[in-house]
T-cell receptor, first 111, second 117 residues
Framework: SQQGEEDPQALSIQEGENATMNCSYKTSINNLQWYRQNSGRGLVHLILIRSNEREKHSGRLRVTLDTSKKSSSLLITASRAADTASYFCATAGGSNYKLTFGKGTLLTVNP | DTAVSQTPKYLVTQMGNDKSIKCEQNLGHDTMYWYKQDSKKFLKIMFSYNNKELIINETVPNRFSPKSPDKAHLNLHINSLELGDSAVYFC????????????????FGAGSRLTVL
């Protein structure tokens, strides 16, 4: 299985601090995506990084990908209370239709 | 206007019953999915349809039967419900971006929480 595994499982920070979440996976991928899930809601796509990319930015989000280590990180800068959510990485490998999700990191941003 | 809508949002039923969850997307996407999220938040793909054709069928008990009457709808019927079926079921859709380096970004519904008593 190429299931992603996020680390840490839970992270609690103060508003204004940066939050870093990591994702490791097992097999080769075509791309890796990060999604956010607010409590009781569906997942929302945040950012996608392709296997030939090393870093990508979107607003306060920065994603890195190291295919040699089979790992990715998501950095949220200047966090806000509204960033409180679970964050999942998802990998697409042999079948681009089959996104495999990790177990998620629960981020709590305290005001 | 909700892009991916699922009904019902909550479903409480007895063991052994049969129930259905409906999903509709108005994004014009070709591909739809069912995912199951358990109590530990682990999200696992169950089925995927592309233009009404089944393309992903994971190891799911045959009590679960998806049906796609058209590419905007994907329903999930569950027979003989068991306690272990209790979970949140998410419908999602996507449109293939094309090409070898294309990517598939999913748009999720809000989820249907199924509780089997």
């Amino acid at each position: 299985s190429q299931q992603g595994e996020e680390d840490p499982q839970a992270l609690s920070i103060q508003e204004g601090e940066n939050a870093t979440m990591n994702c490791s996976y097992k097999t080769s991928i075509n791309n890796l995506q990060w999604y956010r899930q607010n409590s009781g809601r569906g997942l929302v796509h945040l950012i996608l990084i392709r296997s030939n990319e090393r870093e990508k930015h979107s607003g306060r989000l920065r994603v890195t990908l190291d295919t040699s280590k089979k790992s990715s990180s998501l950095l949220i800068t200047a966090s806000r209370a509204a960033d409180t959510a679970s964050y999942f990485c998802a990998t697409a490998g042999g079948s681009n239709y089959k996104l495999t999700f990790g177990k998620g990191t629960l981020l709590t941003v305290n005001p | 206007d909700t892009a991916v809508s699922q009904t019902p949002k909550y479903l409480v039923t007895q063991m052994g019953n049969d129930k259905s969850i409906k999903c509709e997307q108005n994004l014009g996407h070709d591909t739809m999915y069912w995912y199951k999220q358990d109590s530990k938040k682990f999200l696992k793909i169950m089925f995927s349809y592309n233009n009404k054709e089944l393309i992903i069928n994971e190891t799911v008990p045959n009590r679960f039967s998806p049906k796609s009457p058209d590419k905007a709808h994907l329903n999930l019927h569950i027979n003989s419900l068991e306690l272990g079926d209790s979970a949140v079921y998410f419908c999602a859709s996507s449109q293939w971006a094309g090409g070898r380096s294309g990517a598939n970004v999913l748009t999720f519904g809000a989820g249907s929480r199924l509780t089997v008593l």
